[in-house]
């Protein structure tokens, strides 16, 4: 499976879908993808993880930039459609506790607007 992103922005939500493998060579794609958003200092950013097969250190690392930016600027950033195998790399290093973490995009949209309303 190759790896590929999509990037939207709709009412100040930037909706991230991944797919393929987040390792060393693709977290900065990632990172790149999320650095706009954190500049536009939109409302949230929702990662939809439905189509990733695995996910390393470095996928983790970017993560937990986007939490980092998440918790400085007030803003959410929520992931979504963990897979096992993503969700047991957050589970080791005990991140998933940590993360705001949804079943689904719709569940992480109708979360974000309940929390500005």
Known sequence: MG??????EKDGIARVI????????TSPNLR?????FFKKKV?????DFTQVSFMDSSGIATLVEGLQ?????????????????????LSLT????????KKDV???????G???V
């Open 94 to 101: 005990k991140l998933d506790n940590v993360f705001s973490i």
């Open 32 to 36: 790149d993808t999320f650095l706009p």
């Open 18 to 25: 991944v797919e393929g493998e987040i390792d060393m060579f």
């Open 69 to 89: 930016w998440s918790k400085r600027e007030n803003r959410k950033f929520i992931l979504t459609g963990l897979g096992t195998t993503v969700f047991n790399a």
């Open 114 to 116: 309940k929390e500005f």
């Open 3 to 8: 790896f590929k992103i999509e990037s939207s």
């Open 106 to 112: 719709r569940e992480a949209l109708d979360w974000i």
């Open 43 to 47: 409302r949230g950013i929702v990662v």
